[in-house]
């Protein structure tokens, strides 16, 4: 880094929510980033295309498109071009990250400036660590093609003589990792995934409204499914007699058969029998649909904004994700159930990821060490309490003297 460098004013920069990311509906290109003038960026497209052959989904097309977008947003706002970028512009837009906050969403009725509001909350450490890695692989992307003039990547790796001596404090427990960190990658706490208490969870049900929506809400906390993949599943791949539906899963898109509860399947057959012809039929054809007409396949948004139309009712903050932690927690608290079962049914790579259901959860913790200090208090006055004297029978003194008074 060079000391006579020129320092940029992020406290007064403004940066305009210009450009866009498109979904234009083409399977050869799901996804496309346009400039302020409505130009796509060839660059960015070029890198869909890697993502696309390398078998990344539609989903991951467009959380890399979010995260170039804010990148581009803060060049355009500066006058940088992307390929003229150094670690310098790197730099002040990670700080621009964690400083300026994220911007206040204007209401879609009131569209007549483009300007952002900061909000002065920072951008969460995980979307700032998806960010740098986001924009670290689309530079390496572009330096292996030579892409334009690019020299070096703005996000670097952390070199080996700033970051110690390797595995100085590694833990023995944990196998060791071979990959760097990037120099601007914030430290991500680790997080216990939350699930839905039991009494929290009967409230929910308790609120939805219709058969579709108890039959959704059954299968997901009995197979821990992604909300896409439940939605993925078609007529054919309900099947009662087996007791397991077949969903299509994110990463790999095999078809996978998962067990789910008995009470699933009656509120499927409820939701269909209350249906009735107003559903299209044919073993290829989705197995959820919407409840409004005309009668469409239903998705994803349309499912989670079910679920927070429900929350609300229920005053619960729950998530749709919420369910699938819960059910891996019902599994892996279940003692004749192995982990490597729950592993399989979550679609977990690793089993590491499903050793994290593991850890007890909060309510969980808080019950028990307070039933702990409630014994602790029991033990202490049964203490306290003076033994009778020989020959005496204590429930002759508790009539005589009343239960508790033997002094």
């Keep these: 880094m060079v000391s006579n460098e020129k320092q940029r004013d992020l406290k007064s920069l403004v940066v305009p929510a210009a450009g866009a990311l498109v979904a234009t509906g083409d399977r050869w290109e799901p996804y496309r980033l ?24 539609r989903a991951t097309v467009r959380s890399y498109g979010l995260g170039l977008l804010r990148w581009f947003r803060f060049l355009w706002a500066i006058g940088m071009p992307w390929d003229r970028a150094t ?25 007549s ?82 699930s839905i208490p039991d009494d929290e969870f009967n409230e929910i049900f308790a609120h939805l409204p219709s058969h579709r929506d108890r039959a959704l809400v059954a299968f997901y906390v ?46 499927l057959r409820l939701y269909q029998v209350e249906m009735g012809e107003l559903i299209p039929r044919g073993k290829r054809l989705p197995l959820w649909w919407t409840l409004r007409r ?43 159930l192995p982990l490597t079962d729950v592993q399989f049914v979550m679609g977990h790579a690793q089993l590491t990821t499903t050793q994290i259901y593991l850890t007890p959860r909060k309510e969980d913790v808080i019950r028990r060490v307070l039933a702990h200090h409630a014994e602790q208090t029991r033990q202490a006055a049964e203490r306290e309490r003076p033994a009778p004297a020989p020959g005496y ?10 239960a508790g008074r033997h002094d």
Excluded at 34 to 49: M, N, W
Aim: proline share 8%; with cysteine.
């Design 222 to 267: 009995s197979t821990g499914a992604r909300a896409s993949e439940l939605l993925s599943a078609t007529q054919a791949g309900a099947d009662p007699g087996r007791q397991v539906i077949s969903v299509i899963r994110k990463g790999s898109r095999a078809i996978q058969e998962l067990p789910a509860s008995s009470d699933a399947f009656v509120w």
């Design 87 to 111: 670690r310098v512009e790197a730099r002040d837009f990670c700080r621009w990250l964690l400083v300026a906050g994220k911007p206040v969403r204007s209401h879609w009725r009131n569209q």
């Design 113 to 194: 400036s483009s300007a952002a509001t900061p909000s002065g909350q920072p951008y969460a450490a995980s979307v700032r660590a998806h960010s740098e890695t986001v924009l670290r692989c689309f530079y390496d992307f572009h330096l292996g093609v030579a892409f334009g003039p690019i020299l070096v990547n703005p996000f670097p790796l952390v070199r080996a003589g700033h970051e110690g001596r390797r595995h100085a404090h590694h833990n023995p427990m944990e196998p060791f990792r071979n990959e760097r960190s990037g120099l601007y990658r914030p430290r991500v706490p680790k997080r216990v995934p939350r």
């Design 294 to 336: 005309p009668i469409r396949p239903l998705t994803y948004h349309a499912a989670h904004r079910m679920f927070e139309r429900v929350n609300a009712a229920a005053g619960s903050t729950a998530t749709l994700h919420g369910l699938r932690h819960t059910a891996a927690y019902r599994m892996a608290e279940d003692p004749g």
């Design 393 to 402: 029978r204590p429930e002759t003194l508790d009539i005589l003297f009343g």
């Design 34 to 57: 346009v400039d302020p003038d409505g130009a796509p960026v060839e660059a960015v497209a070029a890198y869909f295309r890697e993502l696309q052959a390398a078998g990344r989904s």
